[in-house]
């Protein structure tokens, strides 16, 4: 009974790297989306798709990518790692394509340095 | 922005007494979500109540929701240690799509023993 499943737990990374935090649901929910949570500041959405195939911006995704190439993965990439991308990214899902009840992953905490 | 805000931001209460968070939003929702997030780990889903709901119950918690104040309140009966959590409000707001849901900066919730 797994849920949402995120990787790595903790990374730190040097200014300009590029790296992909991973997740994976299986739920079979058509909605998946990544938040970064900093103090303060609550939850942000950064992206998010509401299908195979789809994907949207939220309302901070510059600097990350995703895709969705299958139901279960929502990968998350970071293409030039800055300072102010260290945070804790939350992954979560829902069943359908507008969000209900969110199902969130432990969290993946990023520093940057 | 429609994010809800939560209040207060901390409250620390004696274990067995009840414990009351409130949210406000800016804007016509269709649904307002409670979550709860333990030190280090992810969001749980407590409850969601539509717009044409007035109150709702389970277990230990109660959460009302006035629309005319666009406000909405946790109530937390009988306090436990384990209760000790920050607590966020989720408003997804009327005519918002896959990105309507939108999440308060939270109430960190200390239960004294």
């Known amino acids: 009974n797994a849920g949402v499943t995120q990787t790595p737990k903790f990374q730190v990374l040097k200014t300009g790297q590029s790296m992909t935090l991973q997740c994976a649901q299986d739920?079979?929910?058509?909605?998946m989306s990544w938040y970064r949570q900093d103090p303060g500041m609550g939850l942000r959405l950064i992206h998010y798709?509401?299908?195979?195939?789809?994907?949207d911006q939220g309302e901070v995704p510059n600097g990350y990518n995703v895709s969705r190439s299958t139901t279960e993965d929502f990968p998350l990439r970071l293409l030039s790692a800055a300072p102010s991308q260290t945070s804790v990214y939350f992954c979560?899902?829902?069943?359908?394509?507008?969000?209900?009840?969110?199902?969130f992953g432990e969290g993946s905490r990023l520093t940057v340095l | 922005s429609q994010q809800g805000e939560e209040d207060p931001q901390a409250l620390s209460i004696q274990e067995g007494e009840n414990a009351t968070m409130n949210c406000s939003y800016k804007?016509?929702?269709?649904?307002l979500q409670w979550y709860r997030q333990n030190s280090g780990r992810g969001l749980v889903h407590l409850i969601l109540?539509?717009?044409?709901?007035r109150e709702k119950h389970s277990g230990r918690l109660r959460v009302t929701l006035d629309t005319s104040k666009k406000s909405s309140s946790l109530l937390i009966t009988a306090s436990r240690a384990a209760d000790t959590a920050s607590y966020f409000c989720?408003?997804?707001?009327?005519?918002?799509?896959?990105?309507?849901?939108?999440f308060g900066k939270g109430t960190h919730l200390i239960i004294q023993p």
């Open positions: 979560a899902s829902s069943q359908t394509g507008v969000p209900g009840e969110l199902f």
């Open positions: 739920m079979n929910h058509e909605y």
């Open positions: 798709s509401v299908g195979a195939g789809i994907t």
């Open positions: 804007t016509s929702i269709n649904n």
């Open positions: 109540i539509r717009s044409n709901e």
């Open positions: 989720a408003t997804m707001y009327s005519g918002g799509g896959a990105d309507g849901l939108t």
